[in-house]
């Protein structure tokens, strides 16, 4: 079991920066950790997949924007974000995975039913 609670949301103008966090905790280490993000009508898209041994995977509209990274021996997960556009408004959920296998190889990564655990999500408002 694998719990996750995310932190670091809010509001934040156009050009501006966030970092989220996500603490996991519980009795089985991720081997994968991602941050998905959600808004109404659409589904769930991942943003950033960061892997035990330290690869990370990011979705095409974040690259060069977001990073993703660990620390505290991977039990917190950031996702720093910058260059906020309105379009990056969203709840962002932290999601991991326990399996050390991924099916569908990198793209796999960003599969949502890939992963069993979810945090509860933080809101990102970028206003324009």
């Known amino acids: 079991q694998v719990h996750l609670v995310e932190s670091g949301g809010g509001s934040v103008q156009t050009g501006g920066s966030l970092r989220l966090s996500c603490a996991a905790s519980?009795?089985?280490?991720?081997?994968?950790v991602a941050w998905f993000r959600q808004t109404i009508g659409k589904e769930r898209e991942a943003v950033a997949i960061?892997?035990?041994?330290?690869?990370?995977f990011y979705e095409d509209s974040v690259k060069g924007r977001f990073t993703i990274s660990q620390e505290d021996a991977g039990t917190v997960t950031l996702l720093d974000m910058h260059r906020l556009q309105p379009e990056d408004t969203a709840m962002y959920l932290c999601?991991?995975?326990?399996?050390?296998?991924?099916?569908?190889?990198?793209?796999?990564?960003?599969?949502?039913?890939?992963?069993?655990?979810w945090g509860q999500g933080t809101q990102v408002t970028v206003l324009s």
């Open positions: 999601a991991a995975r326990t399996l050390s296998y991924m099916d569908g190889g990198a793209r796999g990564t960003f599969d949502p039913v890939k992963y069993a655990y």
């Open positions: 960061i892997t035990k041994h330290g690869a990370r």
């Open positions: 519980g009795s089985a280490s991720p081997n994968y």
